[in-house]
C-alpha cells in the first residue's frame, strides 16, 4: 500500500515536470493527425540487420547474475542511443549495476499516463560453460541461429526495442504518445537493484500507463506459429521451510525421532500433493482459445474441464499433457533445496526443505501451508513461510485498445494465428509495474519452437535469426499502430 501511494505521488510529479526539447517534429507536408497508410519506412530489414549486431555485441558482454555487472551493457547501449541523437541515461543501482533510459517525446505536456514503455532485461542466468557447444558469450553464428545466453532472455528483447526505438526517432515519427526505452537490472535474481528499487528511486524517469515486456512468447507447433501468448498477469512466488526437529545422538542407536527420517516422510507426501483447480479468468479464456487450435482428443479436454460429470478427469488429463498447463490450473509446490546433517555418525538434532510456492493470483500462502500442514500431519514438523514472498498485482486488461493493437497485429503478422491471454507461471518485472498502474503486457515477439523455447535459463541458448528479424517487424507495428498518429 505504501508503495503504491508513493508510485502515485511520483506519477504526479512527473505530471508537472518540465520538458526537454525533444518533440518529435511533424513530417514535411503531412499534417499532424491526417491519415497515412503504413509507409516504407516501416520496412524494418535494414534496422533488424543492425539490431543483430547489437543484440552479438550484447551477447559478449557477460551480465551473469550474480554479480550482473550490467552497467558495461548499459553504457553500450547509451553509446548507440547517443550516436542517434537521442538522449539517454544511466541510473545507477549499485556499483557496477545500472539501468538505461531514454524517452520519445510526443507533446510538451508528458502524459505519463499515456505513454508507452519498452521494457527488458540487461542481466541473464549464469551458464555452466562445459555443458555448451560454443562459447556462451561468443555469439556464434551457426545454422542460421545466434548463440549465446540472453540471446532469448532478454537481450534479444533489448536489441529489438531498441531498433524499434531508434527507428521511430530516424523516421521522425508523429508520436501520439511518449515512448520510452527502459533497459533493466538485476531481473534474474530480483534483489536490491532490481526494478522495485528502480521504481522507488526513478518511477518519473519511466512512468507510463503501458508497458510491452518479455513473459509471453510466440509459440510455433508443426512448422507454424501456433498462438501468441500474451501475458497478462503472472503467478506469485514464495518459499515456505519445512522444518522437523527430533532428538540428536549417536548414529549407533538410531531413534524413531530423527529429524532426517521425518523430513523426508514430510517431503515425500507434498511431493505427491496436487493443490485444487482454480481457473482465473485469463486461464479460462486461454484455454477456452487454445482448445480450437490443439488435436481433437485435447481440444475435447480442455472444453470438458469446467463441466460437472467429466471435468475432474479431464482437468487430470490436461495437467498430466503439460507441466505448463498444470502450473496455470493451481498453485504449485516444488521441493528444491534440502539441508541436514553434521557428520556420517550423528543424528541431527533439525532437518530442513525449501519449497518454493508459485501461487495463482489471489490465492493466499497461509491455505497451502494449513492444507500442507493437514497434509504431512506430524508434530515433529513445522511449516514456516519465509520473507520476501512476491505480492499479488493486478492483471492487465484483455479489454484495452491496447490489447486489442497487440493481438490484431499478431494475428495479421502470423498468417491468422491468435493471440491468447497467457498466465506466466514465471516472475517477470511487470507484476512490479502493474502494482504502479501500468498496463503492462508480455510478448517476446519472436516465433519460437519448444526446442528454443527451453534453451532458455539452460544450455546453447538461441534465437534463429530469421525469428529475430521477424520479431523486430511485428514489434515495430504494434508501436506503429498503438504509439504513431495516423
Ligand atoms: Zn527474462
Redesign the pocket.
Known amino acids: 500500500m505504501v508503495q503504491i501511494l508513493a508510485g502515485v505521488a511520483a506519477f504526479l510529479m512527473a505530471a508537472s515536470l518540465p520538458v526537454a526539447a525533444q518533440v518529435a517534429p511533424e513530417r514535411p507536408g503531412i499534417p499532424a493527425g491526417s491519415p497515412v497508410s503504413t509507409p516504407p519506412r516501416w520496412d524494418t530489414s535494414a534496422i533488424a540487420k543492425e539490431a543483430r549486431g547489437w543484440l552479438a555485441d550484447l551477447i559478449k558482454i557477460n551480465t551473469s547474475n550474480p554479480p550482473g555487472n550490467e552497467q558495461i551493457a548499459a553504457m553500450y547501449i547509451m553509446g548507440i542511443l547517443t550516436k542517434e541523437g537521442i538522449k539517454a541515461e544511466i541510473l545507477d543501482m549499485a556499483p557496477g549495476r545500472s539501468a538505461v533510459v531514454a524517452r520519445l517525446r510526443s507533446s510538451a505536456v508528458a502524459q505519463p499516463s499515456r505513454a508507452l514503455l519498452l521494457v527488458a532485461?540487461l542481466d541473464t542466468v549464469p551458464v555452466e560453460k562445459s555443458r555448451w557447444s560454443v562459447d556462451p558469450f561468443g555469439a556464434v553464428v551457426k545454422d542460421g541461429y545466434l548463440y549465446g545466453r540472453g540471446a532469448i532472455?532478454?537481450k534479444g528483447m533489448v536489441a529489438a526495442n531498441l531498433a524499434v526505438f531508434i527507428s521511430l526517432k530516424r523516421s521522425m515519427a508523429h508520436l501520439n504518445r511518449d515512448v520510452i526505452f527502459l533497459a533493466t537490472d538485476d531481473?534474474?535474481v530480483g534483489g536490491d537493484a532490481s526494478i522495485r528499487t528502480l521504481i522507488a528511486k526513478h518511477w518519473e524517469k519511466f512512468a507510463a500507463g503501458f508497458a510491452i515486456n518479455?513473459g509471453g512468447n510466440v509459440f510455433i507447433k508443426n512448422g507454424k506459429v501456433q498462438y501468441a501468448g500474451v501475458q497478462a498477469d503472472e503467478k506469485v512466488a514464495a518459499n515456505i521451510a519445512v522444518v522437523a526437529r527430533g532428538t540428536s545422538g549417536h548414529a549407533s542407536q538410531p531413534t524413531k525421532d530423527n529429524a532426517v527420517v521425518h523430513l523426508a516422510a514430510a517431503v515425500a507426501k507434498i511431493g505427491t500433493y496436487s493443490a485444487p483447480v482454480r481457473f482465473t479468468s485469463i486461464v479460462r479464456r486461454y484455454f477456452e482459445g487454445l482448445a480450437a487450435l490443439e488435436d481433437d482428443d485435447i481440444g475435447k479436454w480442455m472444453r470438458s474441464m469446467e463441466t460437472s460429470d467429466r471435468g475432474e478427469h479431464a482437468q487430470r488429463v490436461i495437467s498430466d499433457a503439460s507441466p505448463l498447463w498444470n502450473a496455470m490450473l493451481r498453485d504449485t509446490i516444488a521441493p528444491t533445496v534440502l539441508t541436514a546433517g553434521v557428520a556420517n555418525n550423528v543424528i541431527p538434532a533439525e532437518a530442513r526443505a525449501n519449497l518454493n510456492v508459485r501461487l495463482l493470483p489471489g490465492d493466499s500462502i497461509s491455505t497451502v501451508v494449513n492444507d500442507l500442514n493437514k497434509l504431512v500431519n506430524d508434530p515433529l514438523v513445522r511449516l514456516e513461510v519465509q520473507p520476501n514472498a512476491g505480492l499479488a498485482a493486478p492483471s492487465s486488461s484483455l479489454e484495452s485498445e491496447f490489447y486489442g493493437v497487440i493481438s490484431k497485429v499478431v494475428s495479421r503478422e502470423f498468417g491468422g494465428a491468435p493471440a491468447l491471454p497467457f498466465q506466466s507461471t514465471w516472475l517477470?518485472d511487470s507484476a512490479q509495474l502493474r502494482l504502479y498502474q501500468v498496463q503492462a503486457l508480455g510478448l517476446v515477439p519472436f516465433p519460437l519452437t519448444q526446442d528454443d523455447l527451453k534453451r532458455m535459463h539452460g544450455d546453447d541458448e538461441r534465437i534463429p535469426l530469421a525469428a529475430f528479424d521477424k520479431g523486430v517487424d511485428v514489434l515495430a507495428k504494434i508501436v506503429n499502430e498503438f504509439a504513431v498518429a495516423h
Open positions: 532485461h532472455d532478454d531481473e534474474e518479455e517477470t
